[in-house]
Each structure stands twice: as C-alpha cells, then as structure tokens.
C-alpha cells in the first residue's frame, strides 16, 4: 500500500511510518478492522481455523515490531477470542516468540530461522508451533526431503506441534517433491 511494490528492506515504507506516524497508524488501525471483520466471515464461511500473517516482521527491531506490527496483532486475536482458534506468523520476528504467545493466539508459526528447542523456550508450553521447514529443502532428492522431515519433527517432538513449511511454497518445487513432504508428515512414526 505504501511501499508500491516488492522489497527486501521496506525502506519506504519505514519511512511513512517513522515520518507520518499518525498516518501510519490509522491505515493500521483500518486494516486491523478490515482484518476482524474478514476472519470474522471466513469463520462464518467454515474456516475452522485462521492464521495471522506477518511476513516481514522480521525486518522490524522489537520496539518498531511492537508499534507497527504487534499490538494489532493482539487486537485480531483478542477479537477472534471465542470465535476461532489463531495462529500468527511473524516471519523472522523470533525474538517476539514470548510477547507472540502471550497475545492469546492458540499457535505460533516458525520460520526456519529458529532451533524447534529455542522456539519452545520462548514460547512455552502452552501453545502449539507450526512450521518451520525451509521450503527451498523441498529442491533436495526425494529420499533427503524425507529424512530431513523426519529429523524436523523429532526436534519438535510430536506434542503441540504441526508440521508445516516455514512459509509459502516457491513456484518452482516439482510436485513429486511437495508429496513426499506431506507423505513424511503423515507416515512420520
């Protein structure tokens, strides 16, 4: 919306937000609500559950990550409270994993940039994580994918966890190979 396209540091719209902060937190404001109101309606439609998605979360400092990102996060979630379970992903914002689990969502999303033990630590005992395998993994020979799920989900253990990638699949992953990722999952023993 404001940085006009695609980015690898979000420098212009840092620079919206660090230069018209009231500005830049009622666009937040308004696509807070306008994220309620449409999980709210997924919910309705027959999501069971939904997920919050900050993918460049991680390019913010913990301070900046609780002004522009966190605290609307906790408003989607204390809204959702009741009505569906949430999971938020913040991708690269592992040093917020405690103040993340403590906005009341019921999961946590990882990125690959986190040990499965040190995700635990910080976010306790309480909530489910999700994640965290590389999806650029899923290049590798079929027979790789498979032992790298099963060391993954080892690492996690199988309580309160789902495997998952850490983010979204790259357009270039043949197929066979985003199969034999879910036929791990699903045979891990």
Not at 1 to 23: H, I, L, N, R
Not at 66 to 76: A, G
Request: proline share 6%; charged share 20%; aromatic share 10%.
């Amino acid at each position: 919306m404001v940085q006009g396209k695609g980015s690898k540091t979000f420098d212009e719209a840092k620079a919206f937000c660090y230069t018209q902060p009231e500005v830049a937190h009622e666009l937040l404001n308004r696509i807070t609500e306008t994220t309620i109101a449409y999980l709210k309606a997924q919910v309705a439609a027959g999501a069971d559950v939904v997920q919050i998605f900050d993918s460049w979360g991680g390019l913010l400092s913990p301070e900046d990550f609780e002004t522009y990102s966190l605290q609307y996060i906790r408003r989607i979630v204390a809204a959702l409270q009741g009505v569906a379970p949430v999971i938020v992903f913040a991708k690269g914002a592992w040093f917020a994993l405690e103040e993340m689990a403590a906005t009341g969502a019921q999961g946590l999303g990882l990125d690959w940039c986190i040990k499965p033990e040190l995700a635990r630590q910080f976010a306790g005992p309480a909530v489910t994580l999700q994640g965290n395998f590389d999806p650029a993994q899923l290049m590798k020979p079929i027979p790789e994918i498979q032992k790298s799920v099963k060391k993954m989900i080892d690492a996690f253990g199988p309580q309160r966890y789902i495997a998952n990638l850490g983010h979204g699949i790259l357009p270039n992953i043949p197929v066979d190979h985003a199969k034999a990722f879910i036929e791990a999952v699903k045979n891990y023993a």
